[in-house]
């Protein structure tokens, strides 16, 4: 699966039942060449003047399903 592919799913938390957001970055482990963590936006523009962090990282261990339109995590935020 390609990063661009990626960017197109939905973000949703099983635990919220809500919409994160959709990948914008991607961490990987230099040694393995593994993902570690998808990165998702975690404040909008127009809200950014509020503390939250910039991006939501989403340890690859927390994803549960990837399918054609949504990426299922398991997390709290």
């Given at each position: ?24 970055d991607?961490?990987?482990?230099p ?5 570690c963590?998808?990165?998702?936006p ?36």
């Amino acid at each position: 699966m390609l990063l661009s592919e990626l960017k197109c799913k939905d973000v949703v938390s099983v635990k919220e039942c809500r919409k994160l957001g959709r990948v914008c970055d991607l961490e990987f482990d230099p040694c393995s060449g593994c993902i570690c963590k998808i990165c998702v936006p975690g404040c909008g523009k127009v809200l950014g003047f509020l503390n939250c962090d910039p991006n939501i990282s989403i340890p690859y261990k927390d994803i549960i399903q990837i399918g054609p339109d949504i990426i299922l995590v398991d997390i709290r935020t």
